[in-house]
């Protein structure tokens, strides 16, 4: 009997449980598509339990179907679903039901950043996963936060083998952008610019009315620019309206400034006690001032952005409005620009035909405080050098002045005797119109014009220092500019598919024009300074023939013939096959035309069969690329024989100009080549938690252009533009992004770009042409020094630093130096034998890391990057930390510390020497921005955001100047030069609202 109720109570219980587990148990199911309805496979699905905390994550099939067995019907769960290249979606307080169906159908939207991110190339767009060159892509949301000078800054740090450099804090400047080495002599080393398929420059548009921007690093990507395409080609496309949508973004921001760092020049007390040792040059006046402190200011810059857009379903427009209001730390100085954009579309007859309309406007207006330019540098270099026991103004109000003291003045004088202003203005219209008769094939036309026009005025008061000196009795000069641009392309395309094959194929046409005139005059001897520089006729010095007036007018004009094919197998396979053909009136008549070839090849392994079942690699693809570009001259009539008016001779009927050549005529004169090779690889692992790029280059720049020395005769001028050099570049990118963290309330994104570069410039001569030296002289110290700063040889690479090696100082205080074969004589002994590479100006490296970190509704950015192994010639200490300049005004406070154990004798002359050539390394942090951002649950109003950022916050570096990040154009990259715009440090408030 016992047994037997034993045996009852356990078949009960069980019962009883089993009842339990099935109320309190069920299974749900779903599916996952796309948004237009494609299935998602191994999409991770994660069910967390609100009551028990608890964590169960399936993943999706094949088809998209997913389940979870056993989720308790008595609790809610928050489900997240996330797939790499999708939006993440949530549903949050889902109930499972008992004896019920529970099934789910999720939509993802595609995100941007993926595969099939539509990346702007070279007269068209293409997916990512298609890509078959070296290509980066920098969309906004990764876009340099917080103020910044002009859209160059954007890019700062983001993209590898792309150096974007601001030199100095003038508000007026541009940011100096490089890619790849340099590769030129004669021609720039600016990127090609294209704004929304029309030419431009990164001034063109407002930064904050920016989408997107590629950039086309390789020759096989910009081959199909032709002989523009040299230096790199970088697409910026502009804010677009996609779909039926309608609102408005405002956003504002204000900063202020600070410098970035003081040369620590000797004060009143330091400078007292050289005048009482009685060192030469010593003078106290005194009284006590802070130079610096008194051209400086506190500036304050504000900007506004305005952006208004609405569209249906076959027309949408968008209105951009910009006004930046800038002041320099400078007094003075500033820079006032207003930006604005028009962009409407319309689609007709079921796509059959659609227009583009675009028109965009730039005013832009400054202080001149210099003669044409918006800064004159010796403002800040008399702030250095202006004696500290001097006052800036006597008794009587008036400016105090030394003219017996060349090249010193009175800084704050030179800012308030000096009137002037600059204002340009530049509208650019263009529209396309788009007729599609087919679905797979289109015909599109461009038209474009762009005018440009400034005026200058500028006049210097009698009390300025040019006319005490040079008693030029009140001064005044008047400039005005006009640039046209006028474009017309028409391109076709057709693209299908056929079974596993995919072909597009493009051709196009493109004629551009552009001229420019020019005209300037200057005039002193004033009768009033109240004309400034209005009444440029009243003054006497140009009815004596002692001004100047100048004008000039040219134009010229550049036509090609472009195509390209793509092809695509089984997305395993990709070719891209480009050619253009160009011709431009700039060249010699035997050369008027050229074809520029491209190349590239892709494999993405991932889509073989061997890779079936792969769970590490989201993205692999191996790209090889060659292409040639080329590079126009920059003087469109380098190629003819121009004539001058050379001195007068007396005739019976009076005196008579003479003419005479200014140039000799090049009919051979041509396109400098770049043929340039890449190898590359893109990966991306751990769904993409870890991805990148590697490329890996070689470029070669035949036929450079140089001015030969030509025997006279045959040639009627002794000098020649003629194509002969040969310049190498070789290099490496690398580009890893991580997601270290990726949950629903924190995610920490982080980008490392590395690049270095190595140049050698092969030849500068051929069999014709030869620069019998070898080498070519670059750069100037200016007096009282008088030497180039820089040499160019064959073998060498470009910036090489070229002067004096020392190695100690002897008992007298005079410089040791060391010949080439490494003897030890004194400075006093030298001969131009005796100088030597002394450094490099160009940086071999560039490193930069990108942080963005999300913690719910904040947002922290952190840019950092840097320079390394490159120097700088640091000209304040070579001309201030030597004593014999306290002749010429204050020094440095170390230019009496011993060097190599010994003081510098007094009579020590100013010398270029390597003791001044510094290491430019440094590491910055570069831009920091703290956001908080809030949407709001309202009609109108969609959300706002509210931030803070800083740029230039904090410099790592051993160099003693102001700030590392110097001059890297031309070919006396890496200087300091004395009058330099002092670099800032900015901080900046900002809003952003959406309606």
Known sequence: MQKKTYYLFFVVLLLTTSRSVAQTNAAATGKVLSSSGEAISNATIEAISVKLKTKTVVSSNDKGIFEFKNLSTNDKYNLFIRHVGFQPDSIIGFIVKANRSNSLLIRLSAKQATLDEVVVVGYGAQ????????????????????????????????????????????????????????????????????????????????????????????????????????????????????????????????????????????????????????????????????????????????VTNANLYGGTSTSNYIANFNYRSAEGIIKRSDNHLITTRLEANHAMFDNLLKFNFNIMGRQQDFQALGDGNSFNGDIYRNALIGNPTDRVKDDNGNWVEHPVMNGYMNPLAAIYESDGKNKSSQVRTFGSVTLTPIKPFFIRGLLSRTVFNETRGYSESKKHISNIRNKRNGYASRGTSRRTEDLLELTTQYQQNFGAHHITALAGYSYQKDQYEDYYMNNWDF?????????????????????????????????????????????????????????????????????????????????????KGNDTFTNLKVRAGFGVTGTVPNDPYMSLRKLTTGDNFYTVGGW????????????????????????????????????????????????????????????????MVANAGTMENKGLEVQISANPIRKESFTWNSTINYSTNKNKLVSLSNAQFQVHTGFIDAGWTGEPIQKNTHRIYEGGEMGNFWGFKTVGVDDDGRWLISDRQGNSKSILNQTDDDRQKIGNGLPKHLLSWDNQLVYKNFDLNITMRGAFSYDILNMPRMFYEVPVSLTRGNLLADAYQPKYGKVLSDQQELQYVDYFVEKGDFWKIDN????????????????????????????????????????????????????????????????????
């Open 928 to 995: 920091l921005t703290l956001g908080f951002n809030h949407k709001v649950k309202d009609k109108f109003f969609k959300s706002m955001r509210f931030y803070f950022s800083t740029n230039n916050l904090w410099t790592i570096t051993g160099y003693k100047g102001i700030d590392p990040e110097v001059n890297r154009y031309g070919l006396d990259p890496g200087v300091d030069v004395l009058g330099r715009y002092p670099s800032t440090r900015s901080f900046t408030l900002g809003t952003m609202f959406n309606f």
């Open 527 to 611: 009768p009033s300074d109240q004309y400034s520089y209005n009444n440029m006729g009243a003054g006497a010095a140009l009815r004596r023939g002692e001004a100047g007036e100048n004008s000039l007018k040219n134009e010229n004009l550049l036509i090609g013939f472009f195509g390209r094919l793509n092809y695509n197998f089984d997305n395993r396979y990709f070719i891209s096959a480009s050619l253009r053909h160009e011709g431009s009136s700039k060249f010699g008549k035997n050369h008027k035309w050229g074809s520029f070839p491209g190349v590239s090849v892709s494999w993405n392994p991932l889509n073989e069969y061997f890779m």
């Open 656 to 719: 008579i100009p003479t003419i005479k050549p200014s140039s000799n005529a090049n009919p051979d004169l041509r396109w400098e080549k770049k043929e340039e090779w890449n190898i590359g690889l893109d990966y991306g692992v751990l769904n993409n938690r870890i991805k990148g790029s590697i490329d890996y280059y070689k470029r070669t720049t035949k036929d450079m252009l140089w001015q030969y020395n030509v025997p006279m005769p045959p040639y009627l001028y002794d000098k």
């Open 127 to 302: 997916r990512r996963s298609e890509i078959t060159s070296a290509i980066s892509s920098v969309k906004k949301e990764s876009f340099i936060k917080g103020a910044v000078q002009d859209a160059a800054q954007l890019l700062q740090g983001k993209v590898a083998g792309l150096g974007v450099t601001v030199p100095n804090g003038n508000p007026t400047s541009n940011s100096q952008v490089s890619l790849r080495g340099v590769g030129t002599l004669l021609s720039g080393s600016t990127p090609l610019v294209i704004i929304d398929g029309v030419p431009g420059d990164l001034n063109t548009v407002a930064p904050e009315d920016i989408e997107s921007i590629d950039v086309l690093k390789d020759g096989s990507a910009a081959a199909i620019y032709g002989t523009r395409g040299n230096n790199g080609v970088i697409l910026v496309t502009t804010n677009k309206v996609r779909g039926v949508q309608s609102g408005a973004e405002i956003q504002s921001y204000i900063s202020t400034q600070t410098i970035q760092r003081r040369l620590n020049m000797m004060n009143a007390e330091q400078y007292r006690e050289l005048v009482e040792q009685k060192k030469p040059g010593a003078i106290d006046y005194g009284h006590s001032v802070d130079w610096l402190d008194e051209v400086l200011r506190k500036p304050f810059t504000s």
